[in-house]
């Protein structure tokens, strides 16, 4: 079955004519929201791993890419993912060295970094241009919610004028932005969720990750979860929830993904995440039986400006 939004294969195929797959990559880099900087402890839903618990921080980055590509057939095509923890934390230098690591095979064609905003300067954003003369470059933001208020909640560390100002300046240059939200954060209702599709409308973005927030052992959330301070969503609010992100969000944005998942065994609830594939068929089918679709409901003014993206405090 076809899936009614349009995904991250489609956008592959039509660049490269065929599937394109991901090697993720440790880069080593640590989180001014962990050591200090510009703050302590972390997102509250962020584990020690800063979301790379599969990944093998033993092994150099050339190691990593390595293990992946001298098995794979030579037609093949791959994005590097740089993916744990923020990948544009450290001078502009050290970053070359650790993204021209990953870059040593010409099967390779995107370079994709995970990061954060208040990571994102003119210099950075000079450094990535550059790579976008020879490569595909993604810059992933985890914005998780437009609301400043939730974003003080879980401790996220910069406000909604700071992500504003990184994506101006990445796409002022042409990178695309691709843009990490949660569903499912303590006290959002759905109206902030439609704000937050109205604040990426407005960014005119060029792909999100859509993520069911999920509570991982030893995090903060965990703590908050196990003193009853909130209720995790159901799978079926999940699935509704998510409805509406994806008929809501222009039509042009790419859906990277539309669930999350971490390992197992530090999985501390909700019990449904790990049901993706049933997630994923089912709001398949619950929006072909409504004849629903990508942007269906799709208006450029949802929200009041002063409600939405706005300029205010952006570099020029
Ligand atoms: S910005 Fe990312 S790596 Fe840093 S604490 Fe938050 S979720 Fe973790």
């Not at 794979?72 to 993916?83: C, G, K, L, R």
């Not at 709001?283 to 942007?295: E, L, T, V």
């Amino acid at each position: 079955m076809k899936h009614p939004y349009y995904t991250m294969n489609q956008l592959m195929h039509e660049h490269y004519g065929k599937k394109i797959r991901k090697i993720c990559i440790d880069g080593g880099f640590t989180c001014p929201n962990r050591d200090g900087t510009c703050g302590t402890g972390g997102c509250t839903f962020c584990g020690a791993r800063g979301a790379g618990e599969q990944l093998d921080p033993t092994k150099t980055i050339r190691e990593q890419a390595e293990a992946v590509l001298k098995n794979a057939p030579a037609d093949s095509a791959w994005i590097v993912y740089f993916q744990n923890f923020t990948n544009t934390y450290a001078a502009p230098e050290i970053l070359r060295e650790r993204y021209d690591a990953a870059l040593f095979d010409e099967r390779v064609k995107v370079l994709d970094i995970g990061t954060r905003p208040d990571c994102i300067t003119e210099e950075i954003a000079d450094l990535l241009a550059k790579y976008a003369e020879k490569y595909e470059v993604w810059t992933e933001l985890g914005l998780q919610t437009a609301s400043d208020k939730t974003a003080k909640a879980i401790n996220r560390g910069y406000d909604l004028n700071c992500f504003e100002r990184a994506v101006q300046m990445l796409k002022t240059r042409g990178l695309p932005v691709i843009v990490h939200i949660i569903i499912g954060l303590p006290d959002e209702t759905p109206d902030d969720l439609r704000h937050t599709v109205s604040v990426l409308n407005r960014c005119h973005i060029d792909g999100i990750k859509i993520h069911s927030l999920f509570i991982m052992k030893d995090t903060k959330l965990a703590e908050q979860y196990e003193a009853g301070a909130f209720t995790p969503i159901s799978m079926q609010t999940y699935i509704d929830r998510t409805i509406d992100v994806l008929t809501h969000i222009s039509p042009d944005t790419v859906i990277h993904r539309v669930t999350g998942n971490c390992l197992r065994e530090q999985l501390l609830a909700p019990d449904w995440i790990p049901q993706r594939d049933l997630i994923i068929t089912t709001i398949d089918r619950k929006m072909a039986a409504n004849g629903w679709y990508q942007g269906c409901f799709y208006q450029p003014e949802m929200f009041p400006v002063e409600q939405g993206i706005s300029t205010k405090g952006a570099e020029t």
